[in-house]
């Protein structure tokens, strides 16, 4: 989900897409969300460790 979002920035930068600069930041933020309550052992979605 991280590596989508960053390449939705980059596309929406280099395209001047505003939503899709939009849609990659938020895809990036809930991606680092996920991402660290995986990693202190929250389950997330039914799952121990979400990568």
């Known amino acids: 989900m991280i590596v989508l979002g960053v390449i ?4 929406g930068w280099v395209a001047s897409i ?5 849609i990659g930041i938020i895809l990036v933020v809930i991606g680092a969300v ?4 995986g990693s202190l052992g929250h389950a997330v979605g039914g799952r121990r460790h979400y990568w």
Request: glycine share 0%.
């Open 8 to 11: 939705l920035l980059i596309v």
């Open 34 to 37: 996920l991402w660290i309550a």
């Open 18 to 22: 505003s939503i899709l600069w939009t």
